[in-house]
């Protein structure tokens, strides 16, 4: 355990929206949206005082452009913090969000700081997947990695190729049911609490992004079965087995549990232990695999002292061989129970918050369960695990 307890306190989003020119964040600058969604956090949180904010990390994949100049520092002037909150940029690609929680948690554990803003913002229609990149030549001239390292959908497509047991039809019924889980979980009125509205502007005038876009509750296996294999001739991976490029922006007030009880702050979750973890870049979605076991080790627990999980569906493939690890079968109710990035979207530095931002709704209407794992995958092969404890268990699993 930490010297001090680190504590998430709340933790909101902007609703995702489809990347691209016809998605409703086309003329959006990814700043703005994580504006939208600190003046939300804020907003909804007002015994935080601004002024006692110890530090805002702001994570984006590409970091140029309007996710450029320490978004962390940008983003809190904009939202109208104190102008001496100060604020940085963390990048850890597809976990970056999860990055900038788990840094400050350091800095809470070691007393530095009682308070922070973390989460993380990409918006991949207007900075495309990899679009502006320079890999050193070195990676590839000296075959320090295999070029299907360097496409992400190929890296799942080399899943399939490794487990044979990862069948295309195992992942097509997983995606099917992310799209279902998320359904259901917006029809019980789940996701909507957590989410900050976006005003937004299109050709036909000014609109309101109030939910997540690109949700598809009318899948089914044949239509999946049908779709192409964008990767690879004959591959596995799909559009409807993968995460689409998505648009949005997470951010989750973090604090040690004794600033939160003396300003009277929620507690909507305890941080148990955190670790990331390296794999080969080539299969880069085994890597919540031995981060979890890290993580795990660290806290002292086994798999089967977590009764809740939120697992980043980067691809569906790269969620079964977790599952397959360590024993849980693909349709465990216990994990992604309001569904995951298949259906909801991956826009990568954010995606670690929104893992949080579910397991914590999850655990105010789970008493019964103690501990939780949020995990997800990372570009050239690293994992990230974090696993928190549940505030209002009162006994049981
Ligand atoms: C897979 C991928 C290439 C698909 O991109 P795309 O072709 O632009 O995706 P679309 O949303 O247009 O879907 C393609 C087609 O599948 C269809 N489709 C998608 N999901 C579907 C579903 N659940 N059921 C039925 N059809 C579906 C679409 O309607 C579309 O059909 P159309 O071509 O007839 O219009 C893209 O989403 C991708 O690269 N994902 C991975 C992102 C990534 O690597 N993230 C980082 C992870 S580490």
Not at 134 to 145: A, Q, T
Not at 148 to 177: Q, V, Y
Not at 195 to 217: N, Q
Request: negative net charge.
């Amino acid at each position: 355990m930490p010297e001090n307890d680190v504590v998430f306190v709340d933790g909101v989003r902007t609703p995702f929206g489809r990347a691209g020119e016809k998605g409703m964040y086309w003329r959006t600058r990814a700043d703005d949206l994580m504006v939208s969604a600190m003046m939300g956090l804020l907003e909804r949180n007002p015994g935080i005082p601004h002024d006692r904010i110890d530090d805002v990390a702001v994570a984006a994949t590409t970091q140029s452009g309007d996710q450029g100049l320490t978004l962390g520092r940008t983003t809190a002037i904009l939202a109208g913090l104190p102008l001496s909150v100060p604020g940085y940029a963390i990048d850890r690609m597809c976990a970056g969000a999860m990055t900038a929680v788990t840094t400050v948690a350091g800095a809470i554990a070691f007393g530095a700081y009682d308070l922070a803003l973390a989460g993380g913002v990409e918006h991949m229609g207007r900075h495309p997947l990899g679009g502006d990149v320079d890999p050193n030549p070195r990676f590839l001239s000296e075959k320090l990695v295999s070029p299907d390292a360097l496409n992400m959908g190929i890296t799942a497509e080399r899943l399939h190729d490794r487990f044979p047991s990862l069948t295309k039809e195992r992942a097509d019924r997983f995606g099917m049911a992310s799209q279902l889980k998320l359904e259901a979980a917006y029809q019980a009125g789940h996701i909507q609490p957590d989410l900050i509205p976006v005003a937004t502007r299109s050709d036909e005038g000014y609109g309101l992004a109030s939910e997540d876009e690109g949700r598809r509750p009318e899948t089914t296996m044949e239509g999946l079965a049908a779709l192409k294999t964008p990767f690879r001739p004959h591959g596995k991976v799909t559009a409807g087995n993968a995460s689409p490029l998505t648009d949005g922006a997470t951010i989750a007030a973090i604090a040690s549990g004794s600033f939160a009880r003396e300003l009277g702050l929620p507690i909507k979750m305890k941080m148990v232990s955190f670790a990331f973890a390296g794999v080969e870049p080539e299969v880069m979605g085994l890597g919540p695999i031995p981060s979890t076991e890290k993580a795990l080790a660290k806290a002292g627990l086994t798999i089967d002292d977590i009764g809740l999980f939120e697992l980043n569906e980067a691809f569906a493939v790269q969620v079964l061989s977790l599952l397959d690890h360590f024993g849980i079968d693909d349709e465990d109710p216990r994990v992604n129970p309001y569904g995951g990035a298949i259906a909801v979207g991956h826009p990568l530095a954010a995606s670690g918050v929104r893992l949080m931002i579910q397991l914590a709704h999850q655990f105010e209407a789970h008493p019964e369960v103690r501990y939780g794992l949020t995990a997800m995958c990372v570009g050239l092969g690293q994992g990230g695990s974090v696993i928190w404890e549940n505030p209002h268990f009162t006994g049981g699993r």
